[in-house]
């Protein structure tokens, strides 16, 4: 078998190192060249995934003229260029060839679900699946014991990412609720902007727990007005991805939250990363979809507010502090068992 994976950042090289312990090969399709040839030469890509060793295995190429060979193949595009980027690949892939999204974000522009604009490029032709869940690229390319969770409506999809990516230490779970697994992964980096930014404000950890759990109640909210099913964001890709991306210091939505506390504007906290910082397109997206479906998402209100209507930060928390008095039960807390 030979995996097919879209992407060099630091999520397509950690998945790549997955793969490579069940594959032949691994085809890896890099932009930029500086990465490509310090790849082939020394087996690393310092610029997004520093300290992991690439198995020899690992093939960086620059078209996508190899990916006929693969049985399974892997996005792991930022969401801006996933449209783009399929519509590429398209013609070099053999019929049938399952694909997953292992992007966390929504299309610019449109807001729609990522494995909805695969499912527009690729039609009918390739059974599509989704790939989410608690996982710093990091850890996982160090070979840290960490699980995620693939979804697709076709069964057999699901399960043929599941068995070119189970390892040892990357334990891969099924699920048919793609939506659902979909937008966990997605709208907690709104949460996790916003923890980031309760950091930089010199708040305690009883803020940051109240904001996860109500950030929680918000997702699940905007999720099964989309479609998702509530049980779903109990899981690894619900409330697996926002405890980690709230938490961990290499969590880079957190960080983003933690410069913007601390005065950055959001043109220079971009500008500081070579890396996409997802929350705050999703942040976008989220805030335009509650509005359109009526969803109640006062958190990601707060957070738009300071991020493209500059907001004090301090401000925002005390807003949301001081809203109307409300019945926790009648508010829409996670019905996970419905």
């Known amino acids: 078998m030979n995996i097919g994976i879209i992407g060099g950042g630091g999520w397509g090289t950690a998945l790549a190192t997955v793969g490579a312990k069940n594959a032949q090969h691994v085809i890896m399709w890099v932009r930029e060249d500086a990465v490509r040839e310090e790849i082939l030469r020394h087996r690393t890509n310092s610029s997004f995934l520093p300290g992991v060793k690439l198995p020899e295995n690992v093939v960086p190429v620059d078209t996508f003229t190899d990916f006929a060979q693969c049985s399974l193949v892997i996005l792991a595009v930022p969401s801006a260029y996933m449209r783009a980027t399929a519509l590429s690949v398209r013609a070099h892939l053999r019929p049938g060839t399952p694909i997953v999204s292992a992007a966390k974000g929504f ?30 690229a990091l850890e996982v ?29 990357f334990r891969v779970y099924t699920n048919r609720d793609h939506i659902g697994v979909e937008l966990g992964g997605a709208l907690k980096n709104v949460i996790a902007l916003a923890a980031g930014i309760i950091d930089g404000l010199g708040y305690g950890d009883n803020t940051k727990a109240a904001l996860m759990t109500r950030g929680m109640a918000e997702i699940v909210r905007l999720g099964r007005a989309l479609g998702a099913e509530a049980a ?65 998402m006062p958190i990601t209100q707060a ?31 996670p019905q996970f068992a419905k």
Do not use: W
């Open 107 to 136: 299309e610019p522009d449109t807001n729609l679900r990522l494995s909805f604009v695969l499912s527009q490029v690729f039609d009918a032709y390739h059974p599509l699946a989704v790939l989410s869940g608690p996982n710093i």
């Open 141 to 169: 390319g160090r070979g840290i014991p960490s699980a995620a969770v693939v979804a697709s409506p076709e069964a057999h999809c699901a399960t043929a990412a599941q068995r070119a990516l189970m390892t040892g230490t």
């Open 232 to 296: 779903t964001f109990a899981g690894l890709s619900g409330m697996g991805d926002l405890i980690v991306t709230c938490t961990s210091t290499h969590s880079r939505n957190r960080r983003a939250g933690l410069a913007l506390a601390q005065g950055q504007t959001l043109a220079q906290v971009q500008g500081a990363t070579p890396m996409v910082i997802e929350g705050v397109n999703t942040t976008h997206a989220a805030y335009q979809l509650a509005e359109a479906h009526g969803v109640d």
């Open 303 to 333: 957070l738009y507010e300071v991020l493209f209507n500059q907001r004090d930060p301090r401000e925002a928390v005390i807003g949301l502090m001081t809203r109307a008095e409300k019945n926790e039960t009648e508010e829409s807390l």
